[in-house]
C-alpha cells in the first residue's frame, strides 16, 4: 500500500520565523491533503494540493506529484500555529481510504 | 468549525465492554468515514460508509463495526474492547468521489481501562 512519510518530526520555532515541511509518498495519487490539527485534536483542513502551489495567508502548499512529495510552508510563524501537521493522500484501491503519514509536531515559542 | 459533530466528547469504559460512537455528517455530505488515532501517530481509516453500506474498510477487526442512516449520520461501534482500543475516534464527512470536501469532526476520546 501506500507510505507516507513526513519530515522533520518535530520542530521548535521562534514566534517570525519561517519553516518548511515536508512529505515523501511512495506511489504516484492525484491528490494529497495537509491539515491541522490543534491541541484539542481537531484536524483543520489546511490544503487540497494534487500537484502545483497554493497559498492561504501566511501558509502555502507545494506538490511535485511526478517526484512524489509535497512540501508546507508557514512563513512568519505564530503561537497559534503549534500543534501536528499531517498530510495525508486518499487511495481509491480497495475502497476509499485517506492514509496519514506520522505528522510534524510544531510547537512556536512566544 | 466544520459542522460535523460527534458524540460523546470523552468515554471511559473497561476491557470487554462495547461502545457506540456517533457522527452526524455535514449538510449536503453523503459519505462518512471513521478513524482511529492512537496517542502520539496519524489517523488511521477504519471504514467509510456511503448509500448506508460499507465503501471501503482498513486493517481493523470485524468487532469494528458501522452503520450510516438514511440520513448520512453514522455510529461506530467496537465490541470486546480491548486496552489498545484508547485512542481518538474521528469522523469526517464528504461528498462521494470528491476528496476535497472532507471534513472532520471533533472526535470521541475513549479511555479503555
Known amino acids: 500500500g501506500i507510505q507516507v512519510e513526513q519530515s522533520p518530526p518535530d520542530l521548535i520555532l521562534q514566534e517570525g520565523a519561517n519553516s518548511t515541511l515536508r512529505c515523501n509518498f511512495s506511489?504516484?495519487?492525484?491528490?494529497l491533503q495537509w491539515f491541522h490539527q490543534n491541541p484539542w485534536g481537531q484536524l483543520i483542513n489546511l490544503f487540497y494540493?494534487?500537484?502545483g502551489t497554493k497559498q492561504n495567508g501566511r501558509l502555502s502548499a507545494t506538490t511535485v506529484a511526478t517526484e512524489r512529495y509535497s512540501l508546507l510552508y508557514i512563513s512568519s510563524s505564530q503561537t497559534t500555529d503549534s500543534g501536528v501537521y499531517f498530510c495525508?493522500?486518499?487511495?481509491?484501491?480497495?475502497?476509499?481510504?485517506?492514509?496519514f503519514g506520522a505528522g510534524t509536531r510544531l510547537f512556536v515559542k512566544a | 468549525e466544520t459542522g460535523v459533530t460527534q458524540s460523546p466528547t470523552h468515554l471511559i469504559k473497561t476491557r470487554g465492554q462495547q461502545v457506540t460512537l456517533r457522527c452526524s455528517s455535514q449538510?449536503?455530505?453523503?459519505?462518512v468515514s471513521w478513524y482511529q488515532q492512537a496517542l502520539g501517530q496519524g489517523p488511521q481509516f477504519i471504514f467509510q460508509y456511503y448509500r448506508e453500506e460499507e465503501n471501503g474498510r482498513g486493517n481493523f477487526p470485524p468487532r469494528f463495526s458501522g452503520l450510516q442512516f438514511p440520513n448520512y449520520s453514522s455510529e461506530l461501534n467496537v465490541n470486546a474492547l480491548e486496552l489498545d482500543d484508547s485512542a481518538l475516534y474521528l469522523c469526517a464527512s464528504s461528498l462521494f468521489g470528491r476528496k476535497e470536501t472532507q471534513y472532520f469532526g471533533p472526535g470521541t476520546r475513549l479511555l479503555v481501562l
Open positions: 495525508a493522500v486518499i487511495s481509491d484501491t480497495g475502497g476509499f481510504k485517506t492514509i
Open positions: 506511489d504516484s495519487v492525484n491528490n
Open positions: 449538510s449536503g455530505h453523503n459519505t
Open positions: 494540493i494534487p500537484s
